[in-house]
């Protein structure tokens, strides 16, 4: 969470924080809108500094847990251009559907 906070402010620069280089940068699926860039100048920009980005499904009620894009409702809200990786708790329903949607 430091990592996009610390985004949110200065990512407009072009610069990327120390505590975003080489980690897994976790991206809450309705917040990613704020992130700038978002998503392929994003997903550029954590990539040359060594990072991988994952969609996580929404933050809500300050749960920081691990929900995941789990519903087709939450995949059609991922970007047609997203390159990253998404998590999910549910492969077996999301994974075909992410398949034909991201050829």
């Known amino acids: 969470m430091q990592c996009l906070l610390q985004y949110l402010g200065l990512g407009w620069t072009g610069y990327v924080p120390d505590i975003c280089r080489n980690t897994a940068v976790l991206v809450p699926v309705n917040y990613a809108w704020l992130l700038w860039g978002w998503p392929n ?13 994952v969609l996580l499904g929404p933050y809500e009620n300050g749960d920081p847990g691990a929900a995941g894009i ?29 398949r034909d949607r991201f050829k």
């Open 41 to 53: 100048l994003f997903i550029e920009r954590m990539q040359a500094e060594g990072s991988a980005v």
């Open 70 to 98: 789990d519903s087709a409702e939450q995949l059609a809200e991922v970007p047609q251009a997203f390159s990253g990786y998404l998590w999910t708790n549910k492969i077996e329903s999301i994974g075909p559907l992410a």
